[in-house]
């Protein structure tokens, strides 16, 4: 299977193109897109809060601790990030207040975003493998994301949700074409419906990324970058976070999917051209694979 | 690889003193070659510097006038407003402004190449491309106009999220709740009145005992008392022992008297350093010196005579008018043509709110080389125009020699200051005497009548002078 550009954990057969059934399904999932009714999943409260908040006055660290006392599971996946290494503690920290109050808004925004994904957000019966590797590749966008835009001197915090959201797309369409599968009685464990549906959501993924990130209520920075990250010429304004976030899915597949390790470094991608950085420089950034590892494993554990 | 492609000049860098040289050396009929290794032409002044934090200036220019009609307007902008939101023009701004300088270089017929240029030898540059394909120009004049970056400081770890610097601090997304400015320079001073005035608590801290030490000490009085009625601090005397981001999500700035202070944000504005990395400086006979700046005699050549440095690329004043006229004047020498007088007289311009502007001599230079002087004062509150606009924070001083007759020097602060003081500027330039600004009529009202009341504070002075009998 393949899901596109983005690599996937493993290789399987694709689908037959005269297959009509696959036909009909890839027609109702591009009609659902079409006609805006692609069902957004809920995020967990907080997590749309701290999307949307930080421009909000009336949001301060006792509400949005509140909040995530109201979600056992996110509270104890917060309080277990925020005591990893990666955020470097200097005391242990054993509250929500305290966790909200030392590390701030915007890093709790990473980590609430980060562990609601991992709480089930998105859960595909079947799937459970590549939404594993889609988790751990955007985290590792994410993280690469950072690290180009520190160097383009872009926003860091924007860039990471830009990394983190950028194929959120595909989980959505993945739950939806297995759905529609099972009503059409099509066999989802079949391998060339497998390989159809993950060929369906990469090649899908911006637009559903469009309508998942407009009912989010996402900055348009990070809504550009998930809908044109796979073509970032067509982002306008936002054509450079569009760029870092293409650029850094390469580098975090490069680093994250071992059977992409054979495989030459992409520094050859279009990416880096648009974002005017020199070869030395994208040497550079492939140099952060370690520190990303550890990022990604920290927040996978 | 191919022969080199030979050129008459090639200019590196499209800053303004890059963009001026090139266009100088093409008008005079030469074949110009212009190196630059970012995306468009216009270098750091228009992508991260000049431009992009006076569009931002306008904002907090424009809240400052809504204040000062505080009983009808309330303007306030805090702490996690977009910065997006501030900064809606700039886009516009910047691409009218590359578009316009790319249009003339292609109208004069330049050749602008896409890449980093290093020296092979004194006459070659190789020009490498985003996509690493190099290629080869030979010239028998260069002009070095690479500009300059942000200089940091080893032990300060800089990381453009939380410590930035003044190429990343307009990447924010929102207005920080706090802001901790290291340093007490031009660029520190501009954003510091920008950032309090747009509502972030503001601590200006450097070794220094007062900001802006090349400026008259009493305009920059007036600097720091508006700063800190907008909320901002100075904290002069202070040596940076440490700068530290906590690994979560604030930055403690540790005094080298001990005290500490914890901000969201730290910029990092403790001047700037010549880029000239990747130069290849060696290979053209050059060297860096100590100071990391190209050394060059007064016509701005280097020590290898067909290679010229300009702009930042050569040390202060580190303007980018200065920049313009040092490219346009080099390749003037370089070429055998006339450059015209020197330019004596360059004003300075800094953009805070309230603005500053200077050419001339200083109260403090004459006092220090022992020229006698008579100083001649108008407050904007003393013209009309002040009084209706409710400028309290301006103020004209007007330098004349000792007989209270010639102008030395012109002193602004407050709202039109870096405009105002071409208005003294060309009165020097002219030789005009203090007395012109009497004899003449300017439009009422304007902030220019502090010209009048200026000089004729100095003519009530003169006055008072003991007359002496000639023997």
Known sequence: MSVGTSAAPAKSESASPSDSGLAVLTNAVEQLIVAGKLPVPLLPQVATQLLQATNDESTDAGRVAALIHRDPALAGQV??????????????????????????????????????????????????????????????????????????????????????????????????????????????????????????????????????????????????????????????????????????????????????????????????????????????????????????????? | MAAPERFDVIVIGSGPAGQKAAIQAVKAGRRVALVERESGVGGECVRRGTIPSKTLRESAAAIARLRRGADIFDAKVGAGTELTRLLTRLDRVVNAHVSYMTDQMERNGVAVMKGRARFASPHVIEVEDVRGQVRSLVADLIAVATGSRPRTPPEIPVDHEFILDSDSILSLTYLPESLAILGAGVIACEYASIFALLGVQVTLIDKAERPLRFIDAELVERFVGSLTKNGGRFLGGHGIKEVAFDGVSRVTTRLANGETLSTEKVLVALGREAAVDGL????????????????????????????????????????????MEQGRRAMCHALGLPPGAPAEMIPSGIYTVPEISSVGLSSEEAKRRGIPIIEGRARFDQVARGQISGIDDGLLKLIADARGRKLLGIHIVGDGATELVHVGQMAMFAGADIDVFIENIFNFPTLAEAYRVAALDVTEKRAALPVIQAA
């Not at chain 1, 870092?244 to 050859?268: F, G, I």
């Open chain 1, 79 to 301: 309080l277990r990030i925020a005591n990893s290494p990666s955020y470097q503690p200097r005391m242990p920290i054993v509250s929500l207040q305290q966790a909200v109050a030392r590390l701030g808004l915007s890093v709790m925004r990473e980590i609430a975003v980060s562990a609601s994904f991992q709480n089930g957000v998105f859960k595909v019966p079947g799937f459970e493998k590549e939404l594993a590797w889609m988790w751990r590749h955007a985290l590792g966008t994410a993280a690469f994301a950072k690290e180009v835009a520190r160097l383009r001197r872009l926003n860091v915090e924007n860039a990471f949700l830009c990394g983190l959201l950028h194929r959120v797309g595909e989980p959505v369409l993945l739950q939806v074409a297995v759905n529609d599968a099972k009503r059409s009685g099509l066999v989802a464990a079949s391998p060339a419906l497998r390989g159809a549906i993950l060929d369906l959501a990469a090649r899908l993924a911006g637009r559903a990324g469009e309508s998942i990130g407009t009912a989010w209520k996402l900055p348009p920075p990070v809504l550009a970058a998930m809908v044109h990250h796979a073509a970032p010429e067509a982002a306008g304004p936002h054509v450079q976070e569009a760029a870092l976030t293409s650029v850094a899915a390469a580098l975090a597949r490069h680093t994250l999917d071992e059977s992409a390790a054979a495989e030459p470094p992409p520094l050859d991608h279009p990416g880096f051209a648009l974002l005017n950085l020199y070869p030395n420089e994208a040497m550079g950034l492939l140099a952060r694979a370690d520190s990303v590892r550890r990022l990604v494993e920290s927040l996978t554990g």
């Open chain 2, 280 to 323: 290849n400086l060696e290979a053209a006979g050059l060297a860096p010196n100590a100071r990391g700046i190209i050394d060059v005699d007064e016509h701005c050549r280097t020590v290898v005579p067909h290679i010229y440095a300009v702009g930042d690329v050569m040390g202060p004043p580190s303007l980018a008018s200065a920049a």
